[in-house]
């Protein structure tokens, strides 16, 4: 059972930061492409970064790019998000998500790419 934990939401500053993590078990890490989405009340759920197996390619959506970076350490087992300059927009829960397979360009932004998803942690920026 692969197992996709998120942390390190809570509350940030307008034009401030906060650095998210994914921890993932249960199957080789090495073999995800991984993603981030985020939810917001009312909303439906959209894309923010995606990062292929090796980490060699990056995807962002518009609204965020230049202000988050997605990463990945696979000794760790781990994927982060960090979010600069962040926006009252980036208010959310944001969520990761586990693509066993190859990087497909801008098709990982759609939600039906990813096999796991994590539980999702809130982030909440303050104006």
């Known amino acids: 059972q692969v197992q996709l934990v998120e942390s390190g939401g809570g509350l940030g500053q307008d034009g401030g930061s906060l650095r998210l993590s994914c921890a993932v078990s249960?199957?080789?890490?090495?073999?995800?492409?991984m993603g981030w989405f985020r939810q917001a009340p009312g909303k439906e759920r959209e894309f923010v970064a995606a990062?292929?197996?090796?980490?060699?390619?990056?995807y962002y959506a518009d609204s965020v790019k230049g202000r988050f970076t997605i990463s990945r350490d696979d000794a760790k087992n781990t994927v982060y998000l960090q979010m600069n300059s962040l926006k009252p927009e980036d208010t959310a829960v944001y969520y990761c998500?586990?693509?066993?397979?190859?990087?497909?360009?801008?098709?990982?932004?759609?939600?039906?790419?990813?096999?796991?998803w994590g539980q999702g942690t809130q982030v909440t920026v303050s104006s």
């Open positions: 990062i292929s197996r090796t980490g060699s390619f990056t």
């Open positions: 249960g199957r080789t890490f090495s073999s995800c492409v």
């Open positions: 998500a586990c693509r066993s397979g190859f990087w497909l360009g801008t098709r990982q932004k759609e939600n039906g790419m990813y096999n796991y």
